[in-house]
Nanobody
C-alpha cells in the first residue's frame, strides 16, 4: 500500500507554467509505473504522462513538447512540469502508481485551471 498526495495545482493564465508534485508515503522505487492522468469535465480520464523504472517516458500527443514527467527516488516524489498551458489543459490531475504495467494506486487529485 502507498498513499499519494498531489500538490501544485491552481489557477494560471494561458501560456503560463505549473509544476505538479506527487509525494508518496514510501519508496517509489518498487513501482514500475508512475504516471499522471487528468479528467476534464464531461471527458474520459486521460493518461497524460508516464515514467517507468528505467526512465522511459510516454506522453499524450496533446501535451508532447509542453509537459515533462520526472521522478526523484530519494524524495519519493514524481513531478509534472507543465509549460505553455492552454485552456484545454484545465482538468483534475491525478497521480498514479503501479507495480507492473498500469495504475493501481491513486491520489486524490489536484485542480488545474487555465484561463484564456
Amino acid at each position: 500500500q502507498v498513499q499519494l498526495v498531489e500538490s501544485g495545482g491552481g489557477l494560471v493564465q494561458a501560456g503560463g507554467s505549473l509544476r505538479l508534485s506527487c509525494a508518496a508515503s514510501r519508496s517509489i522505487f518498487s513501482f514500475n509505473f508512475l504516471g499522471w492522468y487528468r479528467q476534464a469535465p464531461e471527458k474520459q480520464r486521460e493518461l497524460v504522462a508516464a515514467i517507468r523504472t528505467g526512465g522511459t517516458t510516454n506522453y499524450a500527443d496533446s501535451v508532447k513538447g509542453r509537459f515533462t514527467i520526472t521522478k526523484d527516488n530519494a524524495k519519493n516524489t514524481v513531478y509534472l512540469q507543465m509549460n505553455s498551458l492552454k485552456a484545454e489543459d484545465t482538468a483534475v490531475y491525478y497521480c498514479s502508481a503501479g507495480r507492473l504495467y498500469s495504475a493501481e494506486y491513486w491520489g486524490q487529485g489536484t485542480q488545474v485551471t487555465v484561463s484564456s
